[in-house]
Structures are given as structure tokens and as C-alpha cells.
């Protein structure tokens, strides 16, 4: 059980059921775990997918591209109009993203933003009809104030890796290497939780997912 949040079972039965139908998302998940990038769970992106389809946003901001995995999920939901931004701060990753998407045909349009989301973000004026908040785990407070502003009312943020496998939740002692983030979370889950322009729910489901809704 360390490291999960969902009983062993109940979490592969989820797996199981959320199969990828596309041929490139099956492979970005291969290559995902083959080389220890972090994308989203496969039964989170089908969470991302159904609240993508709810909000219907015609432009959407991720923070973590990673390899562009979240990013053509998002874009795949939305229509030709659409716009997704997405923020990575690693080089190589910001390119495999550009080929994955190229790969994908999905005429969304998806600006893959090579830089640190603590500076990108600063620079960001128009606003997002969704955030997806999936990069630097210690810094989500950091971003909270961007994300707040840069979302029309009536948008959503999402916030993933919230429950960080289950350290956020776990009473005692917590590894030191850990123990900051931990803390962080706790810190950013109680502002989600006491800011009244937000109405926030948080789903026990990959590593845990906050969603809220900007009154
Ligand atoms: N959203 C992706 C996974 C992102 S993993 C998916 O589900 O497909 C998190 C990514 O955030 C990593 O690729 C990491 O390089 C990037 N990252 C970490 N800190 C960052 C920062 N400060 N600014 C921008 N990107 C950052
Ligand atoms: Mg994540």
C-alpha cells in the first residue's frame, strides 16, 4: 500500500477499464514508463478527458507538457477552434512534444512554451477557460495566484498529483526527501479549500486530482 492511494485492485480494475483507443497514446504510455516520465494515469486522463468535454473550453493552459501526452488528450476534446498552451521547462521534452504532436494530426492548435512556469506565467495576460496544473509540485502555491487570474469565471483548474501517493494524507513520520512537498500540497489544498472564489473537489483517483471551478 505505500505509495498508492487506492487499494491495489480497485486502481488496476480502473487501469484495466480505461484502455487507450488511439494506437499514438498507447505508445506515448509505453515510452512514458520506459523512460520514467511522469504523465498522468491513464484513469486520471479519462477524468481530464470527461471534464474537458463538460467545460467545453475553447483555450486551455497546462503547466508540464512532459512529452506532450495530457496536452493531445486535452486537444483531442476540444474542437478545431480550440487552443491549448502548455509550459515545459526541459529542452529535450519540449521537442519529443512537437513530434508526438505533429504525429497525432489533431488539428487543435497545441504552443508547446519552452520556460520555467514561475516566469512564463508572469508573462501570461490572456485569460484560460481550464488549467491543467501538472508540473513542480512545490510550487503549486507559487502558481495559484496566476492560475487564479489568468481563468475566466465559470473556468476550471485542475491540479494533479494532489494527494502525492499518499504522503499528503499520511499521519507521523514522512521521509525528509518528501516532506516538504508534502507539506506544500497540504498548504495549496487548504487555500483551494478556503478560497470562496473557488468551489473545489478533490478525487482520490491516480494520484489524486483537485478539480475547482472559478465562481
Ligand atoms: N502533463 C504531462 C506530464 C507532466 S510531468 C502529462 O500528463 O502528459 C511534469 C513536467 O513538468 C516534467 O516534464 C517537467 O520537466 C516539467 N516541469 C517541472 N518543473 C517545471 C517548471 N517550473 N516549469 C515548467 N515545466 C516544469
Ligand atoms: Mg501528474
Redesign the pocket.
Known sequence: MENEINYPHIRDYLFDVTKHREPLLVEMEEY?INNH????QRES?RLLRVLCTLARPRRIL??????????IILASEMGTQGVVDT????ED?VQEANRYIERSGIKTTIRVIH????E?LQCLTTPYDMI?L???KG?YMEFLPHCLRLLNPGGVLVS?NILYRGMVAKEGFIEHKHRTIATRLKAYIDALMSDDNLLTSIIPIGDGMAVSIKK
Open positions: 512514458a516520465i511522469p504523465v498522468i486522463s497546462e503547466v508540464g507538457t512532459a512529452i506532450g501526452y495530457s496536452a509550459i515545459e521547462i526541459d521534452r520556460g520555467d512556469a514561475a512564463v491543467f501538472d508540473a513542480a510550487q494533479d
